[in-house]
């Protein structure tokens, strides 16, 4: 059973940091694309990094380019996004997103397993 666990969230002042953590247990295939999205309230989710395990390859969204990092520890299962800069309008519960497709990066539905989220609130 495939599961992925986020931890990492909480509340910082603007223009603090946070490294959100995503624990994967289960997942048995060799090259897979992973990544986070987020979601506010009253707003469809949005596709934030994301990376390909094999090559390492990321892609960002333009709103966090230069502020955020996608990275992954391999040895420990392990993706991470390294926040600086952090904005109020970063606010919103953060989902990490497993899956083994093709298509567009940013469509949440090319990913079929998902985290809880994680709460991350940036105060002005």
């Known amino acids: 059973q495939v599961r992925v666990v986020e931890s990492g969230g909480g509340s910082v002042q603007a223009g603090g940091s946070l490294r959100l953590s995503c624990a994967v247990t289960?997942?048995?295939?060799?090259?897979?694309?992973m990544g986070w999205f987020r979601q506010a309230p009253g707003k469809e989710r949005e596709g934030v990094a994301f990376m390909y395990s094999g090559s390492g390859r990321t892609y960002y969204a333009d709103s966090v380019k230069g502020r955020f990092t996608i990275s992954q520890d391999n040895a420990k299962n392990t993706l991470y996004l390294q926040m600086n800069s952090l904005q109020p309008e970063d606010t919103a519960m953060y989902y990490c997103a497993l899956g083994g497709g093709g298509g567009n990066w940013f469509d949440p539905g090319v990913y079929g397993y998902w985290g809880q989220g994680t709460q991350v609130t940036v105060s002005s």
């Open positions: 289960g997942y048995f295939y060799s090259n897979y694309r």
